[in-house]
């Protein structure tokens, strides 16, 4: 018989394990959420390209013209493109002044989902149900899903849009736990286990650069990674159009051939094969573990070269979350290396983030030589 698996391709009783605890929705912070929320928030929860990112997604899975929407867990920014007009968006959340700052909500709504998990909305009532950045307070999720399929029409869109930053205090016990791999699968277990969705999908995106102005951006994270798992409600009409998954914004296609030429070139054009960047002298560590055989390397040090930006997800498919490359060539044999990191700061002059070589996923076929 065949086993069935997560959207990522493993087995769930995995995922499931990490509820089974009784402190599985615990959170450090058990006062009422009223009180935690009383004081307005009105901050970016994410980099302005994150931002773009979900903008782009709702836009793409959107395709009903005057949709009735629902954002839940609502703040002052829906997160919705200007090209999106609702017929009605109802926010619901738990402050009113951020709720008053948002002027796309046509209707807003107090309403503490941990307290009680019942929407007040009659059944089939959205087109759409949105929730941004929130996922990871709800200390009766499943319950909250159920309630999302009762109101939502069917063939209603129920998209859940998470990252990996939170508030602490009142964040579960679990999501702070898991790995963002479980994470997505917490949330579609969320999704199969209220019973009322058709299959969940998923649309992840990270590595592209953090922008300089971001107030984060020394701590050479990436920008903050994109994870949306969405499903139908079940019994939508056939002939209706299907919801279309836009392109990963951070993923090109690795061009194998032209970066083998490009890299037989590179110890005379000191030009990175992966992006044409010029290449800069990286002073060798005295690391004990690796013996590079030279005094210096040459380096890329584009941030947003398409091998860096590859890099964070080809390495979180490979169970390396937060970890990606920077390409290096070595000025004595031409051949190319790479070099882990964990943050784009890592390799400032001698200093190696992680100090391991990764493996290689889209190496060149040919011309490369992997130390
Ligand atoms: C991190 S903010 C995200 C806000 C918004 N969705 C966004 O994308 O900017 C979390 C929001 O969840 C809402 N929230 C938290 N706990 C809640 C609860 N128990 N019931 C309803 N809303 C809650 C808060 O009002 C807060 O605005």
Known sequence: MKVPRTLLGSDPRFVRHLLAGPDAFRRADEGPDPRFYEKPRKV??????????????????????????????????????????????????????????????TERVIHDLNADPRLPFPPDSFDVVLNVV???????????FREVGRVLKPGGLFLVVFSNRW??????????????????ELVELFFRDAGSFDEPRLFMSMGLPRPESDRYWETGAPSDPIFAVFAE???????????????????????????????RQALTTLRCPHCGHPLS?????????????????????????????????????QGQEGHSYRFLLNPKTGGATTVAIRGL???????????????????PPTGASQK
């Open 167 to 184: 508030f602490p205090p009142k964040v579960v016990r679990v999501w702070e736990e898991a790995s963002e791999r479980e994470r997505v």
């Open 44 to 105: 970016a929860h994410l980099d302005a390209t994150a931002l773009a990112t979900v903008e782009t997604l709702v836009g793409a899975l959107v395709w009903e013209r005057r949709p009735v929407m629902l954002d839940l867990m609502a703040s002052w920014d829906s997160h919705l493109p200007t090209s999106l007009s609702p017929a009605r968006l109802v926010g619901l959340g738990l402050n009113e002044e951020e709720l008053r700052a948002n002027a796309r909500l």
């Open 281 to 317: 002298r990286w002073a060798v560590p005295d690391d004990p573990c690796i013996d590079w055989d030279v005094e210096y390397l040459w380096i890329c040090f584009n941030d947003a070269c398409p091998f860096v930006v590859r890099g964070w997800r080809v390495l979180w498919e």
């Open 134 to 144: 929130s996922v990871e307070y709800l200390t009766k999720p499943v319950e909250v």
């Open 345 to 363: 700061h890592d390799l400032t002059p001698g200093i190696v983030g992680g100090g391991w070589v990764a493996v290689w996923k889209d190496r």
């Open 233 to 263: 409600k079940r019994g939508g009409g056939p002939g209706r159009p299907t919801r279309t998954v836009p392109p990963d914004p951070a993923w090109t296609e690795p061009d194998p051939v032209g970066v083998a030429e490009r890299l």
